[in-house]
T-cell receptor, first 112, second 112 residues
Framework: DGGITQSPKYLFRKEGQNVTLSCEQNLNHDAMYWYRQDPGQGLRLIYYSQIVNDFQKGDIAEGYSVSREKKESFPLTVTSAQKNPTAFYLC???????????FGEGSRLTVL | GENVEQHPSTLSVQEGDSAVIKCTYSDSASNYFPWYKQELGKRPQLIIDIRSNVGEKKDQRIAVTLNKTAKHFSLHITETQPEDSAVYFCAASNNYGQNFVFGPGTRLSVLP
C-alpha cells in the first residue's frame, strides 16, 4: 500500500531540546516537502527537496534543518533555535513537475 | 514571490445550497492551481486542480474556474452535503507542481 508515513503522530518536547520528525514515502516521488500548519495561516513551506542530497529553504526555514540521504526519506529536525515550534507539521511529496501533492497524516509537536 | 489570498475564511451554507470560495494570486508565472480538502484531524487531499491553459474544469459537484487576466480562481461546490464540511485550501504553483504557495484556508460548514 503506497503512501507517506510520518512519525510520531504526537510529540512533546521540553524547551531547549531538538526533535526529529520522520517522513518516509514509497511512491517513488522525486520531490519532498515539509509544511507547517498553524490555525488560520494555511500551509507554510519549511524546506523542500527535489533530488537526493539536495534541498532548499522555504519561507520559514529558520530554526529547522533537513537531510535527504535517500529518495524515500526526508526527516525534519526542529532545533532549539525555533522560537515557536508548537505546531502541526505535514510532509508531502510529488513527482517533480507533475502536480498533485500527497500528504502524510502529520505530526503534532507541543513544546512544554 | 507568490502571494495567495483566499476568501471567505469561514462559510456556512444550508445543505443542498451552493458554496463558492475565491482565491487570488500575484505571480503571473503561476500555472497550476490545485484545491485541497482537509477534514478535521486528517491530511489534506486534492479534490480538483486546473492548469493555466484551461478556463474551467468540472468533476461531478465540484468545479473550478480560472481567470488568468484577473489572477483569480474559484472553487464551486453545488448541492452541498454534510460530508463537504471541511477546511479547503487553494494553492498556486509554477512549473506545474513546484513551489506551492497555499492560501490561508476556508472553513466550510454545511448545515443540515
Amino acid at each position: 500500500d503506497g503512501g507517506i508515513t510520518q512519525s510520531p503522530k504526537y510529540l512533546f518536547r521540553k524547551e531547549g531540546q531538538n526533535v526529529t520528525l520522520s517522513c518516509e514515502q514509497n511512491l517513488n516521488h522525486d520531490a519532498m516537502y515539509w509544511y507547517r500548519q498553524d490555525p488560520g495561516q494555511g500551509l507554510r513551506l519549511i524546506y523542500y527537496s527535489q533530488i537526493v542530497n539536495d534541498f532548499q529553504k522555504g519561507d520559514i526555514a529558520e530554526g529547522y534543518s533537513v537531510s535527504r540521504e535517500k529518495k524515500e526519506s526526508f526527516p525534519l529536525t526542529v532545533t532549539s533555535a525555533q522560537k515557536n515550534p508548537t505546531a502541526f507539521y505535514l510532509c508531502a511529496s510529488n513527482y517533480e513537475g507533475a502536480g498533485e501533492l500527497f500528504f502524510g497524516e502529520g505530526s503534532r509537536l507541543t513544546v512544554l | 514571490g507568490e502571494n495567495v489570498e483566499q476568501h471567505p475564511s469561514t462559510l456556512s451554507v444550508q445543505e443542498g445550497d451552493s458554496a463558492v470560495i475565491k482565491c487570488t494570486y500575484s505571480d503571473s508565472a503561476s500555472n497550476y492551481f490545485p484545491w485541497y480538502k482537509q477534514e478535521l484531524g486528517k491530511r489534506p487531499q486534492l479534490i480538483i486542480d486546473i492548469r493555466s491553459n484551461v478556463g474551467e474544469k468540472k468533476d461531478q459537484r465540484i468545479a473550478v474556474t480560472l481567470n488568468k487576466t484577473a489572477k483569480h480562481f474559484s472553487l464551486h461546490i453545488t448541492e452541498t452535503q454534510p460530508e463537504d464540511s471541511a477546511v479547503y485550501f487553494c494553492a498556486a504553483s509554477n512549473n506545474y507542481g513546484q513551489n506551492f504557495v497555499f492560501g490561508p484556508g476556508t472553513r466550510l460548514s454545511v448545515l443540515p
